[in-house]
């Protein structure tokens, strides 16, 4: 099943994108990092797009310069990925959909 778009943070030639799957999972398009296949980058910004009460299940590393590196499950659906429109500079991971938990948040009973 194809992947559902839920925003887009563009900057000239670049395109960090954030879907979500049939089966509660996201799926983040973000830069590649040289070096470090297994890593991508997005702007701090795409976070914006997520749905409400979720985050992204996975670990976030600030670079400290306005973006986190966080790593996933390749996507290899191939008519997904045509579906996206993925550019050679960019790859995307598969991550599970968290549940956000906020510490100002008041205990549920």
Same mark, same amino acid.
């Given at each position: &099943?194809? =992947?559902?778009?839920?925003?887009?943070?563009?900057? !000239?030639?670049?395109? =960090?994108?954030? @879907?979500?799957?049939?089966? *509660?999972?996201?799926?983040?398009?973000? @830069?590649?990092?040289?070096?470090?296949?297994?890593? +991508?980058? +997005?702007?701090? =910004?795409?976070?914006?797009?997520?749905?409400?009460?979720?985050?992204? *299940?996975?670990?976030?590393?600030?670079?400290?310069?306005?973006?986190?590196?966080?790593?996933? !499950?390749?996507?290899?659906?191939?008519?997904?990925?045509?579906? &996206?429109? +993925?550019?050679?500079?960019?790859?995307?991971?598969?991550?599970?959909? !968290?549940?956000?938990?906020?510490?100002?948040? =008041?205990?549920?009973?």
């Amino acid at each position: &099943m194809l =992947p559902r778009f839920l925003g887009k943070n563009t900057q !000239g030639d670049h395109s =960090p994108t954030l @879907w979500a799957t049939e089966q *509660g999972a996201y799926i983040v398009q973000g @830069w590649r990092v040289p070096g470090h296949p297994e890593l +991508i980058e +997005i702007p701090h =910004p795409l976070l914006g797009f997520l749905e409400p009460g979720t985050c992204l *299940g996975t670990v976030l590393h600030d670079t400290g310069h306005g973006t986190f590196t966080l790593t996933g !499950g390749a996507v290899t659906d191939r008519e997904a990925l045509n579906h &996206m429109d +993925i550019p050679d500079h960019e790859a995307c991971v598969e991550v599970p959909q !968290g549940k956000e938990v906020r510490r100002d948040a =008041p205990l549920s009973r």
